[in-house]
């Protein structure tokens, strides 16, 4: 049975191609809003990281209404280390609109989320956004769409649907048109494609209840929600279902409440019919991949595979020496009870208690998912300490190691090709493609996970901050053995004061610093980085020693170049598995493992002879 009154769309796209902005304009074009209301911009960006990183990492659902069509709208991530949330959340669509930058084209988290969608089955219409910018080149752009479609094995149907689909927009002007130069202003004919032709949910409200739950939200009042698209049948509020579990357990459950959603929020209803998208409260221990359906008819749906997580890093109460100074939340107690809240809220990430008790292991999709985490958590007052990121590695039918093995392309000059390629051997990546453009070229990889801590920050170096790397996960391959770790030392301060003036002169001949006049320094902090390999342990507060034969004024003054400072992401790829990255509300600190030299050289000893 065809739903005609509902149409359930998905909107993907590459990092900053503009989906969150569309959904601003498509919510103020249906009336979202009541007049002269005010709301923020990319309203769907609620968390503060979020409208800072300019990303979307959660996938969220809205409805709007256009003709007496209820469209459902999944707004979803872009960014690589987001795509379990991308993954999941298509199976509960029927169209999606792909987001496409007018001057930039198809990038390679374009390619990420356009394979899913197609392997999906999911019918697509092209939006060329951004068709204001200058040097805009819509219609070529809509060429490359098509090609990249059919690379990626899109059917015969899928490919003429988005043919004959396409749509130009300037989702910040708030228009969308048939033509670029129709001179449309308003965000219709867009809404109007989708009413017309995007395809209608098929369901039977009237046979046995089937609703797989997709993504999990959660309520300090009545715990984990379950959203899903129910299949077939009808949910009720008050009804029992039987709960299949992924892992084949079966269970009978009664649903308390029933939810649709309706514009920005929900709305309590007493059914929700097939075809339909609704949260479910009720459901304990509620998890991606739940089938709820009739006790008495059951009906088996296809299971959701979460791609594991590929990273690892451990949480650790903080034993710096400034420890309270800046955060309100430092102990290990609270910081255990934060990530296991966490663990009931966030399903993509897997957070184990270490065995020794010390710690909590938190393992992601990569660098910037488990990033997310640790800004969310400084935001809230707490100060921890995390070491080096560890590579998850598994092991196939014969036991032998494998690895995650990642996709990355760079997008540089062409002059920067070579060192580009450079790096990336170093690293134990395999170049598997190259394109040349008029100025551009275009390099493809494959390389370890592992290869990719640090090297970021390298290729920006070597291409002059005009490289663009991107990468996603690929597959688990055999082990590449040993990487090259940090060539360079570090410098680390001898004692707790002040770093002064003088004392940074004299070092930064020696290399770069990380702290400037006037820093809170520790004993075992690193505060800067050698020219050569070998750690160094310097004295930061050393003052100039005044005779009588010079005033102190006749000195110049100091010429200090200013510190290197580190995001999260970047402490992180930095430290080597004897540091330690200090996380507090105001600060990003590095620092050894053991703050003692003394400590340090015993432990260097045992390590000797146990080898």
Same mark, same amino acid.
């Given at each position: 049975m065809i739903q005609d009154g509902l149409r359930n769309i998905a909107i993907i796209a590459h990092v900053d191609h503009g989906k969150t902005t569309l959904?601003?304009?498509?919510?103020?074009?249906?009336?979202?809003?009541?007049?002269?209301? /005010?709301? /923020?911009?990319?309203?769907?960006?609620?968390?503060?990281?979020?409208?800072?990183?300019? +990303?979307?990492?959660?996938?969220?659902? +809205?409805?709007?209404?256009?003709?007496?069509?209820k469209i459902n709208v999944i707004d979803t991530p872009g960014h690589a280390d987001f795509g379990g949330e991308v993954e999941r959340v298509l199976k509960m669509a029927d169209g999606a609109l792909l987001l496409v930058d007018a001057y930039e084209g198809p990038m390679p988290q374009t390619r990420f989320v356009l394979t899913h969608a197609i392997e999906a089955g999911l019918q697509i219409m092209i939006v060329v956004n951004k068709i204001d910018r200058d040097a805009a080149r819509p219609r070529e752009v809509v060429d490359?769409?098509?090609?990249?479609?059919?690379?990626?094995?899109?059917?015969?149907?899928?490919?003429?649907?988005?043919?004959?689909?396409?749509?130009?927009?300037?989702?910040?002007?708030?228009?969308a048109r048939l033509d670029p130069d129709d001179g449309n202003d308003d965000?219709?004919?867009?809404?109007?494609?989708?009413?017309?032709?995007? *395809?209608?949910?098929?369901?039977? *409200?009237?046979? *046995?209840?089937?609703? /797989?739950?997709?993504?999990?939200?959660?309520?300090?009042? %009545?715990?984990?929600?379950?959203?899903?698209?129910?299949?077939s049948g009808t949910v009720r509020r008050g009804e029992r279902?039987?709960?299949?579990?992924?892992?084949?357990?079966?269970?009978?459950?009664?649903?308390? /409440?029933?939810?649709?959603?309706?514009?920005?929020g929900r709305v309590e209803c007493e059914e929700v019919a097939a075809g339909d998208i609704c949260a479910v409260v009720g459901i304990e221990d509620a998890d991606i991949g739940d089938v709820y359906t009739d006790p008495e008819s059951p009906v088996a749906l296809e299971p959701i595979v979460i791609d594991p997580p590929t990273m690892a890093v451990v949480f650790e109460a903080s034993t710096s020496p400034l420890v309270g100074r800046e955060g309100e939340v430092v102990g290990g107690r609270q910081l255990k009870q934060r990530l296991m809240q966490e663990r009931e809220n966030n399903v993509t990430m897997r957070i184990e208690e270490q065995s020794d008790g010390l710690g909590v292991e938190v393992a992601g999709r990569g660098i910037l998912h488990l990033s997310v985490l640790m800004e969310e958590m400084r935001r809230e007052g707490f100060e921890f300490q995390v070491g080096r990121p560890r590579v998850l590695f598994s092991e196939d039918g014969n036991?032998?190691?494998?690895?995650?093995?990642?996709?990355?392309? %760079?997008?540089?000059?062409?002059?920067?090709?070579?060192?580009?390629?450079e790096l990336f051997g170093g690293a134990s990546g395999i170049m598997v493609g190259m394109e040349s453009g008029m100025s551009q070229c275009r390099l493809e990889f494959h390389i370890p996970t592992r290869g990719l801590l640090g090297l970021r920050n390298k290729v920006l170096n070597v291409t002059h901050g005009e490289g663009v790397f991107y990468h996603t996960f690929l597959e688990y391959g055999p082990y590449a053995g040993d990487l090259g770790k940090r060539q360079n030392g570090a410098m680390i301060s001898m004692s707790t004061d002040k770093a002064v003036s003088y004392a940074l002169g004299t070092l930064q001949e020696r290399g770069q610093m990380f702290v400037g006049p006037g820093d809170e320094c520790y004993e075992g902090m690193i505060v800067g980085e050698r020219s050569k390999p070998g750690d160094m342990v310097v004295n930061v507060?050393?003052?100039?020693?005044?005779?009588?034969?010079?005033?102190s004024t006749a000195d110049i003054a100091v010429q200090l170049t200013p510190p290197r400072t580190f995001t999260l992401e970047e402490a992180l790829e930095y430290i080597m598995d004897d540091e330690l990255v200090e996380v507090t509300p105001k600060s990003v600190r590095l620092r050894k493992k053991l703050l003692s030299e003394i400590d340090r050289r015993k432990a260097r000893v045992k390590e000797m002879n146990a080898s």
């Open positions: 959904v601003d304009k498509l919510l103020r074009a249906t009336d979202a809003f009541r007049e002269g209301q /005010q709301v /923020q911009e990319r309203v769907l960006d609620s968390n503060d990281q979020e409208r800072e990183r300019g +990303i979307t990492i959660l996938a969220k659902n +809205i409805s709007i209404e256009h003709r007496g069509v490359d769409v098509l090609d990249l479609m059919l690379d990626l094995g899109a059917s015969d149907e899928q490919l003429e649907f988005a043919m004959e689909h396409v749509v130009f927009a300037s989702a910040v002007n708030g228009y965000m219709l004919p867009l809404l109007d494609m989708i009413v017309d032709d995007m *395809p209608r949910p098929e369901a039977d *409200p009237d046979g *046995p209840l089937a609703m /797989q739950c997709v993504t999990i939200d959660h309520s300090d009042y %009545v715990g984990r929600i379950a959203i899903g698209r129910v299949w279902a039987l709960v299949v579990k992924s892992s084949g357990e079966e269970r009978l459950a009664q649903v308390k /409440q029933v939810f649709t959603f309706d514009y920005l036991g032998n190691r494998l690895e995650p093995i990642e996709s990355a392309v %760079v997008e540089c000059p062409d002059e920067y090709s070579g060192k580009v390629i507060a050393r003052t100039k020693q005044l005779g009588n034969q010079r005033a």
